[in-house]
């Protein structure tokens, strides 16, 4: 902890009952929200340790949501943080910090130590906070959150799009912006990390997360618990330079400085303890930077395409010895094929089908160059499943495997034939290069005599 400060004057003025009931409830409600992290960043400890805590919050929050809401919690969070558990496990927060507040009154009515639990909860918050924007800042500008839109997205008609796919095919496109956010909430970050530019870095990060509440918000993104919470952290960090705001922006009034005491006796202490912080913290952040690196490399924009990767419009189409026309009346018959790269994490690449119907098949695929051939694992038909496999007993899915052997026509064209659920299949697939989308190709333009907008 960096010894943070509270002016004299905060810590000397007596604090009123609403405020110190106010300042239990959030004490304890911010620790419950924000608690294992930063621990979590302790290799295999932190891991154990968010592990505890998220089976000893299951064990009071699934049966208050039977209980007191009446549903049964089956799904739990992962790639969404707005799931029903979510939002009863929020509540169990609120009425844990009501009781805790009103036992804490009841314990210690002056709350004698208030002035140093908020200095010590702001540092915690800070902290938090902090490495949370870094992070969120690191991933936009090592490209990996936002990837640039890929073969699939692009040749995905524009009304079938999600709220959130298009909110992340907007993002994706431009490297700038993603740096200029990046930049914003990396800087955000790297500022809360010390004490005086706390009011500096809360104050840019509450612009930053309020465009980014916003965007979850009205595009449907599954953080807005998560965000809405970083958005009140910020908050909370300039809640006690609220009235030298006022004075300054609204008032026109002049403000003093902000007197900050060290926690150390001696200048050789504070300077000491600064640059072992410091250290630690460029440690951390560039240990973040580089795990970043490494994904952007390994299944990001800097990742190695296949020699089949690529979009694919089927020109032939031969099912069971017969040849299917392009109709768009033919739901079985391909219309384009999207073969992606390998993730590093298990092996496997993305195959994904569009039917004359606007249908959509999904696998995933082991790539041998050398015996020229995919093999096809696990498929769901329809838009917007993941991959899978067809029913077993009991209920449970089989993986199912589809060996397609590929080449090279003397015109570029890549052949493929195998079986594919249950039929015989030779296609002939002609690759459309990405930049024959006018997105990709268009670029940025400082003279534009007529807008393209189109």
């Known amino acids: ?24 409830f959030f004490f304890i409600y911010l620790i419950l929200y924000i608690f294992p992290s930063p621990l979590t960043y302790i290799p295999w400890a932190g891991a154990k340790l968010d592990q505890f805590w998220t089976v000893l919050k299951r064990g009071a929050v699934v049966p208050v949501g039977r209980t007191v809401f009446g549903v049964d919690i089956t799904v739990f969070p992962g790639g969404s943080g707005d799931t029903t558990y979510n939002y009863v496990e929020l509540f169990v927060f609120a009425v844990a910090a009501l009781l805790g507040a009103a036992v804490w009154a009841l314990v210690d009515r ?11 909860l702001r540092v915690y918050v800070r902290y938090t906070l902090g490495l949370t924007l870094f992070t969120y800042g690191i991933v936009k500008i090592i490209k990996t959150q936002f990837p640039t839109p890929d073969a699939y997205r692009l040749s995905t008609e524009f009304g079938d799009l999600s709220p959130m796919g298009l909110l992340w095919a907007f993002m994706g496109y431009s490297y700038g912006y993603n740096l200029f956010a990046g930049l914003a909430e990396a800087g955000a970050g790297l500022l809360l990390f010390y004490r005086r530019t706390t009011l500096l870095g809360s104050i840019v990060g509450a612009g930053v997360m309020s465009n980014v509440v916003a965007l979850n918000f009205f595009y449907d993104v599954p953080v807005k618990l998560f965000s809405a919470h970083l958005l009140l952290q910020c908050f909370f960090l300039m809640a006690p330079d609220f009235p030298r705001l006022m004075n300054l922006l609204v008032l026109n009034r002049p403000v003093a400085p902000s007197p900050r005491l060290s926690a150390f006796a001696t200048p050789w202490l504070h300077w000491t303890w600064f640059g072992v912080k410091t250290a630690v913290l460029g440690l951390v952040v560039s240990f973040g930077a580089f795990q970043t690196a490494q994904s952007y490399f390994a299944f990001g924009g800097g990742a190695r395409n296949l020699p089949i990767t690529g979009l694919y419009r089927v020109e032939t189409f031969v099912a069971d010895g017969q040849e299917r026309p392009p109709l768009t009346t033919d739901e079985s018959r391909w219309r384009d094929v999207v073969i992606g790269r390998v993730a590093p994490w298990d092996g496997l690449g993305t195959f994904r089908v569009r039917t004359m119907t606007g249908g959509s098949e999904w696998f995933r695929f082991r790539y ?17 499943r993941v991959p899978g496999g067809t029913p077993g007993a009991g209920g449970e899915e089989e993986p199912v495997e589809h060996e397609i052997v590929f080449s090279r026509a003397e015109d570029g064209a890549l052949i493929l034939e195998g079986n594919v659920n249950g039929r015989a299949l030779r296609t002939v697939l002609r690759e459309r290069p990405v930049q024959e989308f006018p997105l990709m190709s268009r670029g940025f333009r400082w003279i534009n005599e007529y807008p393209f907008n189109r």
């Open 110 to 120: 002056r709350l004698r130590f208030g002035p140093a639990l908020l200095s010590g």
């Open 368 to 384: 041998d160059e050398d015996g020229a051939r995919i093999t096809l694992v696990g498929v769901r038909q329809g838009p917007g």
């Open 1 to 24: 902890m960096d010894g943070e400060r509270e002016s004299a004057e905060r810590q000397g003025a007596p604090w009123s009952g609403p405020l110190r009931f106010a300042f239990r």
